[in-house]
């Protein structure tokens, strides 16, 4: 099966940059997508296809990938961001795939 | 706007059946996927399961194939997860979502979940 490697926890500082990773076997060639999840909440879509921000997402969000990794930038991190946090892929043998999930804690 | 309303969750005895429903509005339903996903309490995402825009292509993740069924209808902007055979690790918010898909060169292919619904729990006592 296919899995995306995800930190369980990062934490940042309010108005710093926080960077939350992705990683899987042959995920350069894949797109990536960030689903941003707050407490009792539904997921939200904050990024596809690597880097494309969804209308209304904040500027602050931003994708990139390199290699098989995909990283999610967070700049200037307000409180409101404080989030559990979810990369994903489609696989040919898998289908649709979530990380793990990043717990992100704005302190 | 775009919105999806999921219902028919509850408690459900393991072995018995249960069908969720996704009432779709605010855009062309017909036109696209819809998935479902769910959620195990304190846990991650899993995707469950997805029907194409009309209805004749289905897929199932491993853990829930030959037990679960997604179908749609599109006169009624709905869809659908007939879950039968439950089971205790079941138990979860499960939550449909709207395909984003981009074509080219002739063909399309899924690349996120662009809206999600509020969800509907259900909950397989052991």
């Known amino acids: 099966s296919y899995e995306l490697t995800q930190p369980p926890s990062v934490s940042v500082s309010p108005g710093q940059t926080a960077s939350i990773t992705c990683f899987g076997d042959?995920?350069?060639?894949?797109?990536a997508s960030w689903y941003q999840q707050r407490p009792g909440q539904s997921p939200v879509l904050v990024i596809f296809?690597?880097?494309k921000r969804p209308s209304g997402i904040p500027e602050r969000f931003s994708g990139s990938k390199s290699g098989n990794t995909a990283t999610l930038t967070i700049s200037g991190t307000q409180a409101m961001d404080e989030a559990d946090y979810y990369c994903?892929?489609?696989?040919?043998?898998?289908?649709?795939?979530f990380g793990g999930g990043t717990k992100l804690t704005v302190l | 706007q775009v919105q999806l309303v999921e219902s028919g969750g509850g408690v459900v005895q393991p072995g018995r059946s249960l069908e969720l429903s996704c009432a779709a509005s605010?855009?062309?339903?017909?036109?696209?996927?819809i998935h479902w996903v769910r959620q195990a309490p304190g846990k991650g995402l899993e995707w469950v399961a997805v029907?194409?825009?009309?209805?004749?292509?289905?897929h199932n993740a491993d853990s829930v194939r030959g037990r679960f069924s997604i179908s749609r209808d599109n006169s009624k902007d709905t869809a659908y997860l007939q879950m039968n055979s439950l089971r205790p690790e079941d138990t979860a918010v499960y939550y449909c979502?709207?395909?984003?898909?981009?074509?080219?060169?002739?063909?399309?292919?899924?690349?996120?979940?662009?809206?999600w619904g509020q969800g509907t729990q259900v909950t397989v006592p052991s």
């Open positions: 979502a709207r395909d984003l898909s981009i074509c080219s060169g002739g063909s399309c292919y899924s690349v996120a979940l662009d809206f």
């Open positions: 029907v194409s825009y009309d209805g004749t292509n289905k």
């Open positions: 994903q892929a489609w696989d040919s043998i898998a289908a649709w795939v």
């Open positions: 605010g855009f062309t339903f017909s036109g696209y996927a």
């Open positions: 042959k995920l350069g060639d894949k797109d």
């Open positions: 296809q690597d880097a």
